[in-house]
Structures are given as C-alpha cells and as structure tokens.
C-alpha cells in the first residue's frame, strides 16, 4: 500500500535561516506531489506542485522554492526564512487523476 | 477559474443528531470530481467521501453521505448519528484540471 512521509512534525526556526522540509511517497510510482501551507484555523493554500522529477509548478510567488530530485521525493527549502513563513506545511500526492489526494502528516513551522 | 464555496466557517451539533455541511462550487468543466476532508485537532488530512460528477447516485460512507445536485453545483455533506470524533474541520474540493480547497468549515459536536 501507499504511504507519504513528511518531517519533522514540528520546526522551530530563527528569521533569516534556510529551511529544508522533505516528503516521500511509497508504494506507487509516477505520484503528482504537492506542497500547501494552511495559517492557524484556515484553509490550504497551494504552494508548490510536481507531475514529474524535476517539474514543478509555483502557484504563489514567494521565498519558497520547491524541488524535485526523486520521483517520489518533493523537498520544500527557503533561504532566508520570514516571519510569514510560519504556519502548517502539508505534502500530498496523487495517483491516477481520478483519485484523490493523500496527505502526509504536515510540519508545524514556528518562526522566531 | 474554478473555485469552491463553503459558506458555513462554524457549526455545532448535539452528539447523535445530523448535521449538513453546505458546498458549492463554480466550474465549466463537466468531467470532475469532489470530496470532502476532515482534519480533526491532529491536523491530518482524512479523505471522507469522494463523488465522480458523471455519477447521479449520492456517495455514501457509513454515517457521512453526500446531496449532489450537478445543476446546482452543490455538494453538500451529511453526517448522521454525530459522534465526539467528528468534531473537525471539513475541507470540500474539487478536481477537474486542478485541485480547489474550499476554506473550511469548523464542526464541533456537543456532548
């Protein structure tokens, strides 16, 4: 069976450091992969997505990148971390385009 | 663009009773597909129902059953017997070429 893995859980980071959050799949190949971030009590926004190892796509323009190295590893960095970087980070991954999407565990990323 | 409404940010319900979260959404597509999450205090994201719009028979899982009506773009969620667990946030989304969020309604099932 499938499962996504995403660390750490919780993230406590000083303004102005890089950041490297890492989320794998296994258990299937090919996955499109995604990044959200969701503020205290809100909804996802999406942040980054992948269909294929080295593609990804920004939806929102910031001082987060997104990359690809694996087919089933997607790593969400920064530079240079801001204060409105924090919140709750969530990786998910889907299969065929019929199916929905599976989320890993999320990081809880407290900016100080 | 599409995009998702949820129109109801909180609710309540009495333990045992059943409530319905509203949904709607704006699209042009007519291939799609639509589900609803729950994230309980934990923050996991757990898939709870998915309806295929080419589908006219609601979906149906244990006490959480769906009233989609395609014309009217709406998908609400029904859930029935409420228990304690089921206090969380209830995300819709859609997926025709990309996926849309809805923002979220907040359950809080009372004992």
């Known amino acids: 069976s499938q499962t996504i893995h995403q660390w750490p859980a919780t993230l406590v980071q000083p303004v102005g450091s890089p950041l490297s959050l890492e989320c794998t799949v296994e258990?299937?190949?090919?996955?499109?992969l995604y990044w959200y971030r969701q503020a205290a009590g809100r909804g996802l926004q999406l942040l980054f997505y992948?269909?294929?190892?080295?593609?990804i796509s920004s939806e929102v323009p910031q001082n987060l990148s997104a990359s690809r190295p694996q087919d089933r590893q997607f790593i969400l960095s920064s530079k240079k971390l801001l204060l409105s970087d924090s919140g709750f980070y969530l990786c998910?991954?889907?299969?065929?385009?019929?199916?929905?999407?599976?989320f890993g565990d999320g990081t809880r990323l407290s900016i100080l | 663009a599409q995009t998702v409404t949820q129109s109801q940010p909180e609710m309540s319900v009495q333990e045992a009773e059943t409530v319905t979260l509203s949904c709607t959404y704006d699209?042009?597509?007519?291939?799609?597909?639509l589900f609803w999450y729950k994230q309980p205090p934990s923050r996991q994201m757990i898939l709870v129902i998915r309806?295929?719009?080419?589908?006219?028979q609601n979906a149906t899982e244990n006490r959480f059953s769906v009233n989609f009506q395609k014309a009217a773009k709406s998908f609400s969620l029904k859930i029935s017997d409420s228990q304690l667990g089921d206090t969380a946030m209830y995300f819709c989304?859609?997926?025709?070429?990309?996926?849309?969020f809805g923002p979220g309604t907040r359950l809080s099932v009372l004992p």
């Open positions: 998910a991954w889907r299969g065929q385009p019929n199916q929905p999407q599976h």
């Open positions: 258990g299937t190949s090919n996955p499109n």
């Open positions: 992948s269909v294929g190892i080295g593609q």
């Open positions: 699209t042009s597509e007519n291939n799609y597909y």
């Open positions: 309806q295929e719009a080419y589908k006219q």
């Open positions: 989304a859609f997926y025709g070429q990309n996926f849309v």
